[in-house]
């Protein structure tokens, strides 16, 4: 039973370029967060996408967007880099509407922009 | 504002001894806790977790404990091994209802556990 898969692993940018990274979540998962994870700090939330909608959404600009997949799979954007965009992004997966079901992470994806 | 507090980045303990990992929160709002562990070049992986409504939960090798009153949360191990050696992150919930929920995490406290 695969787990909760991520691509690509690592990816180097420029400043002003743009991004997709690619999520795929555990079988049986139908909810999709995205987190950023800078040095030294503990993943920040990005929003979640469920049904197809972005449900909620943490604290980060329009140039972060996102996209889910009838196949539940889903993508981050990001465009117009800055060099703190430099983190890793970790993909989470969960079963919609069980808190007491934690969400499984994938391994990330590492960022950094030049 | 850091709603979820690790106030230590590193821990050292002995093998066979216990491990005490501490987190703190400030928003009374939160009702479910969980504590995730992480290696390095891997994704974080669910630990342990606690409602609200609960002071302790237990699993094997792992406690948790809360203090509301407090806003004070603990994870003890024991005894502590070697495979222990990684970052544990404090996350927490504030349930409203529905099909969706966020973590909020602390900044994590990284064990050594020594042989």
């Known amino acids: 039973d695969a787990g909760v898969t991520q691509s690509p692993t690592h990816l180097i940018k420029t400043r002003g370029q743009q991004v997709t990274l690619r999520c795929s979540p555990k079988?049986?998962?139908?909810?999709v967060s995205w987190y950023q994870q800078a040095l030294g700090q503990g993943p920040q939330f990005i929003f979640q996408?469920?049904?197809?909608?972005?449900?909620q959404r943490g604290n980060f600009p329009d140039r972060f967007s996102g996209h889910q997949f009838p196949n539940y799979s889903s993508e981050l954007n990001v465009n117009a880099l800055l060099l703190g965009d430099s983190a890793l992004y970790l993909c989470a997966s969960s079963l919609g509407g069980f808190r007491n079901q934690p969400q499984h992470f994938g391994d990330g994806t590492r960022l950094s922009i030049l | 504002d850091q709603q979820v507090k690790q106030n230590s980045p590193s821990l050292s303990v002995q093998e066979g001894r216990i491990s005490i990992l501490n987190c703190d929160y400030t928003n009374s709002m939160f009702d479910y806790f969980l504590w995730y562990k992480k290696y390095p070049a891997e994704g974080p992986t669910f630990l342990i977790s606690?409602?609200?409504i609960k002071d302790k939960n237990e699993d094997g090798r792992f406690t948790v404990f809360l203090n509301k009153s407090a806003k004070h949360l603990s994870l003890h191990i024991v005894p502590s091994q070697p495979g222990d050696s990684a970052v544990y992150f404090c996350?927490?919930?504030?349930w409203g209802g529905g099909s969706n929920y966020k973590l909020t995490f602390g900044k994590g406290t990284l064990l050594t556990v020594n042989p």
């Open positions: 606690i409602s609200s």
């Open positions: 079988s049986g998962h139908d909810t």
């Open positions: 996350a927490a919930i504030k």
């Open positions: 996408y469920y049904e197809e909608e972005e449900r």
